[in-house]
Structures are given as C-alpha cells and as structure tokens.
C-alpha cells in the first residue's frame, strides 16, 4: 500500500468521525494508530521504490548534473547524493504527517476528556437535585409521622 493511500484513508477516517463539542471530532483511535503504523512501514517499501526509479531516470539526472568526462565514481556519487537527499525528505515528510496526526489525537482526546468532564458535571448537578428533593420528602414524612405520633415507616405502611 503506498504512503498516499495511507493518507487517503486516515482522512477518511477523519472526515467520518463524530462531531464533538467545541468543534472538535471523536476518531477511531484504533484504526488512526493502525493507519500510522501503516504508513511507517510504507515508508521503507516508497524508499525503496525511490531507490529503482534513481537507479534507471536517476542515472539520468546525475549523468546530466555530473560532466560526461568524469569517472564513474564521481557519476555514482551524484546518484547516491540524490538519493539520500529524496530518501531524507520522504523521512522528513512522513515525520512531519505524523506529528500532525498525533497532534490531533492529542486535541482529539483532550476534547473528548472535557466533553465527558461537562457531562459528568451536569449529572453531578441533575444527581444533587435528586438527592436533596429526596432528603425533602422524607424530612417532611418525618415532621408529618411526628405530629401524628407515629414513625415514617408505620406512615409508610398505611
């Protein structure tokens, strides 16, 4: 599988994910970090595909940019150098495409984190109410059971 389609399927990912609050996305972190590691064991087989193409129409650059008298070391040292300079910038172009994806992970959990924390809140508060509304009722079932003159669980049982 190549890098491209790599990426193509992590924006998928990205695009079919949950919207949250704050404008932030819920992801699949599973199959986002699946994609990753994907993409870094592409990296090695798009090098290497790199690699075949600089030996055929690389040969030609390097036999262009190096003079047509000189030995044939210096001509494959030219491709060798263009080599490590393509090798070096898919490298620096992947690292960077997955600092960027775990970046959003990172902003994707830290939203999810504070939408379950306002959840959280609001449950604690809707819990409250029910609690005190509770310690209201039987309050008033005490008072009433004592002016009776009778316990709330014999109030209770009638």
Same mark, same amino acid.
């Given at each position: 599988?190549? *890098?491209?389609?790599?990426?193509?399927?992590?924006? #998928?990912?990205?695009?079919? =994910?949950?919207?949250?609050?704050?404008?932030?996305?819920?992801?699949?972190?599973?199959?986002?970090?699946?994609?990753?590691?994907?993409?870094? $064991? &592409?990296?090695?087989?798009? &090098?290497?595909?790199?690699?075949?193409?600089?030996?055929?129409?690389?040969?030609?650059?390097?036999?262009?940019?190096?003079?047509?008298? %000189?030995?044939?070391? @210096?001509?494959?040292? *030219?491709?060798? #150098?263009?080599?490590?300079?393509?090798?070096?910038? %898919?490298?620096?172009? *992947?690292?960077?495409? /997955?600092?960027? !994806?775990?970046? /959003? !992970?990172?902003?994707?959990?830290?939203? !999810?984190?504070?939408?379950?924390?306002?959840?959280?809140? %609001? +449950?604690? =508060?809707? +819990?409250?109410?029910?609690?005190?509304?509770?310690?209201?009722?039987?309050?008033?079932?005490?008072? @009433?059971? %004592?002016?009776? =003159?009778? @316990?709330?669980?014999?109030? $209770? @049982?009638?």
């Amino acid at each position: 599988m190549s *890098a491209y389609r790599v990426i193509d399927k992590m924006e #998928s990912v990205v695009r079919e =994910g949950v919207w949250m609050p704050f404008g932030w996305k819920a992801l699949n972190a599973d199959l986002m970090l699946d994609l990753i590691e994907k993409l870094r $064991s &592409t990296l090695p087989e798009e &090098t290497a595909r790199v690699r075949r193409g600089a030996d055929g129409a690389g040969r030609d650059t390097a036999d262009a940019t190096v003079p047509l008298g %000189a030995p044939p070391a @210096s001509r494959n040292a *030219a491709a060798q #150098s263009q080599e490590s300079d393509i090798i070096a910038r %898919a490298q620096s172009r *992947a690292d960077t495409i /997955v600092a960027e !994806a775990q970046a /959003v !992970a990172r902003d994707i959990r830290r939203g !999810a984190d504070e939408y379950a924390d306002q959840v959280l809140a %609001a +449950l604690d =508060g809707s +819990l409250g109410k029910a609690i005190a509304a509770v310690q209201k009722g039987r309050q008033q079932l005490a008072t @009433s059971a %004592a002016g009776n =003159g009778k @316990s709330p669980a014999e109030m $209770s @049982s009638l």
